[in-house]
């Protein structure tokens, strides 16, 4: 069983900002496309960012300028910067690992980690 561990989440005010971190085993990590995605009550599951292991990286309109995916391939950890933070940024926030061109629903996912947005 791969285990995904995200860490980060929480309350936050509207404009603030929060780090995500998902740590994964080294022999997944290293060949995995790592991703965030996200869902909200009510909604479906979304993509938010995810970067291959050269580092290309692919955002949601909807956070494109606001939050930055990276990853640390030494630490076997990837992160999400998120800035500028709003309330309908508020969701459940869940890291995936897949290989090469998969499904997201063929790879690996983390337990997920609240991220809530509010005053």
């Known amino acids: 069983q791969v285990q995904l561990v995200e860490s980060g989440g929480g309350l936050v005010q509207p404009g603030g900002s929060l780090r995500l971190s998902c740590a994964a085993p080294g022999s997944i990590f290293s060949i995995s496309v790592m991703g965030w995605y996200r869902q909200a009550p009510e909604k479906e599951r979304e993509l938010v960012a995810d970067i291959s292991t050269g580092g290309r990286t692919k955002y949601a309109d909807s956070v494109k300028g606001r939050f930055t995916i990276s990853r640390d391939n030494a630490k076997n950890t990837m992160y999400l910067q998120m800035n500028s933070l709003k309330p309908e940024d508020t969701a459940v926030y869940y890291c995936?690992?897949?290989?090469?061109?998969?499904?997201?629903?063929?790879?690996?996912w983390g337990q997920g980690t609240q991220v809530t947005v509010s005053s």
């Open positions: 995936n690992s897949r290989f090469g061109t998969a499904a997201p629903s063929k790879g690996y």
